[in-house]
């Protein structure tokens, strides 16, 4: 039975560990540097926890890199270092797969391109996983460890990835700041932020069936000057939002000038 070790106990370890767990495979250890991180997932998995680095041991045969992407290769050449048959991989969507190079043998990338919460679960079955491996066998391997939780399993290159993660960026990321807006303002003048659900959900099944391009609505690509103006009005004294708002409306539509922006 394949065994795994966790390296990072954030998001999207907690998830990718449950669901491993849950498809039978045996997660032998999980590390993290927070001593309470470490010891929440470990035991929710039921492998050993540990927040010393040196204390992983050579069991498992898998070993998976889900850290921030500023102690990835601090990490990389720790854990590497002495277990030449083994496989690594890391979670990184906008990290090359050469992090690895002249650390080990066999190595690759397992990235699923999703949102994660600790504490929201989530279906690996519904989530495209997108994987490189540096040799036909290692990616091989990767693709039977991605088999078990999804049949979405995409091979792509670094440099591909990281523009696919770029525009997970804007489509996810981006897109969650601009509901944090909308949540404030609704929030000041006592309005719940759950109005806007049906609208937000209805805009994510349109972009399912037409490009979104073509579901793009409101005041901006309508040109609708006398809209966009008093909207600027309404946001006096949040001068960034004012020019994230003038930034996205002439991204919209280029025909939205500054002149016509830049009134008040």
């Known amino acids: 039975m394949m065994k795994v ?6 998001n999207l370890a907690t998830q990718l560990g449950k669901s491993l767990k849950k498809a039978g495979v045996i997660i032998s250890q999980v590390y993290s540097r927070t001593e309470d991180s470490a010891r929440t997932l470990g035991e929710l998995l039921e492998a050993e926890w540990l927040t010393d680095i040196k204390a992983l041991h050579d069991e ?7 850290v921030k992407d500023s102690v990835l290769c601090e990490l990389i050449s720790e854990v590497c270092k002495g277990r030449g048959d083994k496989l690594f991989l890391h979670t990184a969507g906008s990290m090359p797969m050469s992090c690895f190079e002249g650390k ?9 391109m999703q949102t994660f919460s600790k504490t929201k679960d989530v279906d690996f079955e519904r989530i495209p996983v997108f ?3 540096n040799s036909i066998e290692t990616e ?21 990835r990281k523009y696919l993660h770029l525009a997970a960026v804007w489509a ?3 897109t969650n700041y601009c509901y944090t807006v909308a949540s404030d303002i609704l929030g000041e003048h006592g309005i719940p932020f759950d109005v806007m659900l049906p609208l937000i959900n209805e805009t994510t099944e349109k972009i399912q069936k037409i490009s979104p391009k073509e579901t793009q609505t409101g005041p901006a690509v309508r040109g609708d000057r006398n809209v966009i103006s008093k909207q600027l009005e309404l946001m006096n004294g949040k001068e960034d939002l004012q020019e994230l708002y003038k930034m996205l409306s002439k991204g919209i539509n280029p025909l939205v000038d500054n002149l016509t922006l830049d009134k008040r």
């Open 140 to 160: 091989d391997v990767i693709r039977s460890l991605a088999n078990k939780l999804t049949q979405r399993v995409i091979r792509l290159s670094s440099a591909d």
């Open 104 to 112: 080990a043998l066999r190595y690759g990338v397992f990235y699923p």
């Open 172 to 174: 996810c990321n981006f």
């Open 60 to 66: 498992a045969d898998i070993y998976i890199f889900s």
């Open 131 to 133: 994987i490189e491996g």
């Open 5 to 10: 070790t966790l390296i990072g106990a954030g």
